[in-house]
């Protein structure tokens, strides 16, 4: 194998850092990291909720490929505007799309547009301190919110609404979210599906932290489980317990102790099954959401091919505070690349771009934006693999010098585009830790780009 063949990897997510780590453990390559903001990590940092900072350990990993001796991150750097893919290309022996999902899917329905109308992806970008939605200031002066989506990502919004602001205020949760959910007036939520109990894509973990979340309880129509507890026996492990412990939230009768607890709380969540989105009802000044249209649909089919249809009703539901959260969705960052409108993805066979030699893709941009770190971590493996076994075969071309980060720190220059190194998101590191201790959180984040800029320069 040539000694000196360059990688170059765009997005310093899991994605990113995973394909990095397994190139760099198992062969001789040199791997540079383009990230387009100053501070590495993609969605554990904007993504994954400020309660779970078990999860965030996975930093400790990242933390340790980026140090070693041949891989270097290169934050503040956009692919696609500050320099192409190309222009990649033509620096690296390869160059692997590790970019994420940074756009959402829509509802698609009248009055999405009004005040109080969000995408999860934003919502979750507010309160974890995304840059870009720094100034979102959801307005949560009303008493009844509706989540649309029942996936994890749906009950971490949930979650977050309905959770004391003591437990917050210990987690790295932005201050402005933190300020703005101690004023909240929301005081219920509602998590709709269109379909059935049996279908929600949440997990156990999620599911169990809401029904055991303080100070609130479930809030559930008997009727929709009907027939549920019947079906336990026929379900497979994971889908059985999931449903024992929704059964156990929405109908049975509760224990003494619970009971007492479910008396005393003052805030209420629950699903909404068999319901779509027809339309976002507006305020009488026709400026904000003040309800929620949905069909009512029913089941047919039934195990994996199971569908929702209309059953031509409606129902109406009061609420200020519309909040979707039905996918997320790759984007295109550069004409040049291929892409696949349709299912959102780069269009890939085990990680090699399709028709485009020495491009290579993983993580979500590569097989669609669902799944665990865990998940995202073997499908990154598996394209560092596809990498490593083409040059080996001689399919990828490593036999010309190629001037790697040298090339592009040149162009970057002279576009005036100044990158910042992972000793610099060292500095923001213990920056925002520093800030966090006054106030007894694990870190304060920043939420400019202007302000990580000075403080990784200084
Ligand atoms: P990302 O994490 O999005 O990383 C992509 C990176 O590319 C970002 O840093 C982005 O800034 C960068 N980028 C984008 N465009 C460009 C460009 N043009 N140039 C350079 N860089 C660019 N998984 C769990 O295991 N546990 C959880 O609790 C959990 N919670 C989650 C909560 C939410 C709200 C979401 C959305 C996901 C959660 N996940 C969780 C899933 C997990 O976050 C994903 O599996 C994983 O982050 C996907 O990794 P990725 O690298 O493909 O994408």
Known sequence: MHLTAKVCIVGGGPAGFYTAQHLVKVSDVSVDIYERLPVPFGLVRFGVAPDHPEVKNVINTFTQTAQHARC??????????????????????????????????????????????????????????????????????????????????????????????????????????????????????????????????????????????PGTRPEMEASEFEGIAETLKSLARPRKRLTELLLKAAIETPGEEELERRNRAERAWGFRFLRKPLEVLPSTDLIRAAGIRLAVNRLEGDGEGVRAVATGEVEDVECGLVISSIGYKSLLIDPAVPFDARKAIIPNTMGRVQQTAGLYCSGWVKRGPTGVIATTMNDSFDTARTLLQDIGKGTLDVSTVKPGSQGVSALLEKRGVKPVSFSDWEKIDSEETRRGEIKGKPREKMLDVGEMLQVARA
Request: negative net charge.
């Open 72 to 213: 270097s991150f290169h934050g503040n750097v956009r692919v696609g505007k500050d320099v192409t893919v190309e222009e990649l290309q033509e620096a690296y022996h390869a160059v692997v799309l590790s970019y994420g999902a940074e756009g959402n899917r829509t509802m698609g329905v009248p009055g999405e547009d009004l005040a109080g109308v969000y995408s999860a992806k934003d919502f979750v970008g507010w309160y974890n301190g995304l840059p870009r939605n720094s100034e979102l200031r959801p307005d949560l002066s009303c008493e009844t919110a509706v989540i649309l989506g029942q996936g994890n990502v749906a009950l971490d919004v949930a979650r977050i609404l309905l959770s004391p602001v003591d437990i917050l205020k210990k987690t790295d949760i932005t201050q402005h979210a933190l300020d703005a959910l101690a004023e909240s007036s929301v005081r219920r939520v509602l998590i709709v599906g269109r379909r059935g109990p049996l279908q929600v894509a949440c997990t156990i973990k999620e599911l169990r932290e809401m029904v055991n979340l």
